[in-house]
C-alpha cells in the first residue's frame, strides 16, 4: 500500500508562491504517474497537474497553466508543484495521487478514478 505524503500548504497572499510535495516511504515514486488535485469547500475535485512516469510528459487544467509547474526530483523521491501568482480562486486542499499503472494521457490524467493512491492533502488558502 502505498502512502503518500502532501507538505508545503499554507496561507499566502495573492501573487504569492506555494511549493508542494508528494513523497513516499519505501516506494519509487519514478514507478508511478503522480497528479495533483484540489478541492474547494462546496465544490468538485479537479486536476490541476500530472506527470508521467514513461516520459516525464507533464498536463495542468487550463486555469494554472503558465503559472503552476510540476516536477520530479528522483533523488528526493518527491514530486513537487510549484505554484506561482496565485489567485484567491486556487484556495482548496490539494492532493496528490499515484497510479501504478503508465498509461497517463492528455485524455485521462485529470479523471481521479485512475488513481489508486491519495495523500492526506494539504490545505492552501490565498487571501489578502
Known amino acids: 500500500q502505498v502512502q503518500l505524503v502532501e507538505s508545503g500548504g499554507g496561507a499566502v497572499r495573492p501573487g504569492g508562491s506555494l511549493r508542494l510535495s508528494c513523497t513516499a516511504s519505501g516506494y519509487n515514486l519514478d514507478a508511478y504517474d503522480i497528479g495533483w488535485f484540489r478541492q474547494a469547500p462546496g465544490k468538485e475535485r479537479e486536476g490541476v497537474s500530472a506527470?508521467?512516469?514513461?516520459?516525464?510528459?507533464?498536463y495542468y487544467s487550463d486555469y494554472v497553466k503558465g503559472r503552476f509547474t510540476i516536477s520530479r526530483d528522483s533523488a528526493k523521491n518527491t514530486v513537487y508543484l510549484q505554484m506561482n501568482s496565485m489567485e484567491p480562486e486556487d484556495t482548496a486542499v490539494y492532493y496528490c495521487?499515484?497510479?501504478?499503472?503508465?498509461?497517463?494521457?492528455?485524455?485521462?490524467?485529470?479523471?481521479?478514478?485512475?488513481?489508486?493512491?491519495w495523500g492526506q492533502g494539504t490545505q492552501v488558502t490565498v487571501s489578502s
Open positions: 495521487a499515484a497510479d501504478p499503472v503508465p498509461l497517463m494521457s492528455a485524455g485521462s490524467w485529470s479523471i481521479g478514478e485512475i488513481y489508486d493512491y
Open positions: 506527470i508521467s512516469s514513461s516520459d516525464d510528459s507533464t
